[in-house]
């Protein structure tokens, strides 16, 4: 079936640090590919998407690039601050359903 | 305002117990799902709707049933609950595109 792996359970930066979060996927055709972010004693909510191979999601400086050869979707940020910390998830949404599969998501944790 | 609300948002329960969680949307959204959030597993899919009176199967509906009378309500149930159901619950709705809309959670611990 369907999966997401996201390779980091925990990232710990300082501010003004490269952020990398790796997510991995497996799903037969093109997937859309998604980003969701949940602050702390909030439900998660929709980061950016990116529906093909190459194109590029992006929001809030945060982006991803489609990668169908790597079938990769990883996460990057030139400049993270405090606010940015955070659990990140990968999800992967099957064509033709309306339903995501999610990864175990990633713990971000930055400090001053 | 908030779009998708969760009720209760936190409850103790017995084991053998039934519980009931309730959740409303107003984005008018066809689509609503019920996840449980636990520590190295991430969001996990339980039932979701495409529709008033319509539920399917998720990843992991063992033990749970769901109902959905409206387009705004979608019920969670536990009918004889088990400490390994303790957990954080997530309902979201969404439309077409994907992006779903999460609730605040309910924090649901069985004793």
């Known amino acids: 079936g369907d999966s997401v792996t996201q390779t980091e359970g925990q990232v710990a930066l300082s501010e003004e640090d490269f952020l990398t979060i790796h997510c991995n996927y497996s799903a037969s055709g093109y997937p859309a590919l998604f980003w969701y972010v949940q602050y702390p004693g909030e439900g998660p909510q929709f980061l950016f998407r990116a529906s093909r191979d190459k194109e590029k999601g992006s929001s809030r400086g945060f982006e991803a690039t489609y990668d169908k050869g790597t079938t990769s979707f990883h996460l990057r940020k030139a400049s993270v601050q405090e606010s940015d910390s955070a659990v990140y998830y990968c999800?992967?949404?099957?064509?033709?359903?309306?339903?995501?599969?999610f990864g175990k998501g990633t713990v971000l944790l930055v400090s001053p | 305002e908030a779009a998708v609300t969760q009720s209760p948002r936190n409850k103790v329960a017995v084991t053998g117990g039934k519980v009931t969680l309730s959740c409303n949307q107003t984005n008018n959204h066809n689509n609503m799902y019920w996840y449980r959030q636990d520590t190295g597993h991430g969001l996990r899919l339980i039932h979701y709707s495409y529709g008033a009176g319509s539920t399917e199967k998720g990843d992991i509906p063992d033990g749970y049933k769901a109902s959905r009378p409206s387009q705004e309500n979608f019920s969670l149930i536990l009918e004889l609950a088990t400490p390994s159901q303790t957990s954080v619950y997530f309902c979201a709705s969404g439309d077409s595109s994907y992006e779903q809309y999460f609730g605040p959670g309910t924090r649901l611990t069985v004793l």
């Open positions: 999800a992967l949404g099957p064509s033709g359903y309306n339903k995501l599969t």
